[in-house]
């Protein structure tokens, strides 16, 4: 598979390259496709970041990564979630974190049957910057809060330049208070950036093709004048069944 040199980009949404590895989605394409569902819906969706527990494989005991996992899989046409099980990732992949299998906390009954988290799968799913196949893939479903502090910062990436090991990832920012830093960022397979931006506003969203690109996020940090700020992140894995 070829990867096409792309100048860096600081621009949500700029990129209208339909080869390009990754797609950028501003908050207002969000938005208008969650239209359908209430404001109650998507507050709750929103509040249930409010319920993560810490990460407990966080190397070092550190506890400014809280988390909850479930993954899912399609059976005529419909997502089902799978029973609660492990999330692995081998140690070639996540040097940090990986080759042991991580039993996070499960996501909570109505994050899994939410409307809103049906939405978004299937808005990235028609959108993914490469061929995808549902038959034979599956979901992951992450809810990521991390935490900084003006003693630490917090390291939505703490394993620098990386991939995940799934086929594609939706990043999509939920939450950002009072936080300074974060910029995601997107490297070629020779790890040369390739685009860069700061999500800001909830929705706002990233898809990178993982098989195409490394990518990274910037330490964040409270802004002056408050004593922690907080960067909630929804991420949806897409990956096929048969290589797990
Ligand atoms: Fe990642």
Known sequence: MTTKAIQPQSTPGGNNDASA????????????NLAAHSEEQLKLFLESWEDLPVDSY?????????????????AAGELVADPAGVFHQTQEVNSLHGGVDRAFPPLSESVRESA?????????MARLPGEFDPVTSGVGVHQIRI???????????P??????????VAQVLMRRTDVDGGESQI???NRRPIHR?????????????????????SAIRPVDGVRRGIRDMLL?????IRSR
């Open 116 to 124: 809103v988290l049906d939405t978004l799968i299937h808005f990235f």
């Open 159 to 168: 394993e620098g330049v990386h991939e995940d090991g799934h086929h594609f």
């Open 197 to 217: 931006t700061t999500l800001l506003d909830t929705f706002e969203s990233l898809v990178i093709d993982d098989r195409r690109v490394f990518h990274g996020v």
């Open 236 to 240: 949806i894995d897409y990956f096929p």
């Open 58 to 74: 966080m190397k070092d005991g550190a506890d400014y990564r809280r988390r909850r996992y479930g993954s899912f899989r399609w």
């Open 147 to 157: 935490t900084a502090t003006h003693d630490a910062d917090g390291l939505p990436a």
């Open 21 to 32: 590895p990754y797609r950028c989605f501003p908050a207002a394409e969000l938005h208008q």
């Open 187 to 189: 490297f070629d397979r």
